[in-house]
């Protein structure tokens, strides 16, 4: 369920102009704050993913790319 969701997402984003976004690049973002607490209730995973912002996945993305990781 989670896969299926990370894949609407990426498909939104490519909707609106975010041509090469996929579904494990949307994943890897929403996922980079559970390593601290641990990966939440599904309930909470859900409306992370459907609320994650472009720009706020943009800005994710663009620090990774300064650091040197695809992710």
Excluded at 29 to 53: F, R
């Amino acid at each position: 369920m989670v896969q299926t969701l990370c894949e609407s997402k990426a498909e939104e984003f490519r909707l609106i102009g975010y041509e090469h976004v996929e579904a494990e690049e949307v994943w890897t973002c929403v996922s980079s704050k559970y390593s601290k607490n641990g990966v939440p209730a599904l309930h909470a995973v859900v409306n992370d993913i459907l609320s994650l912002k472009a720009t706020t996945f943009m800005n994710q993305m663009t620090l990774n790319a300064y650091r040197g990781s695809r992710f």
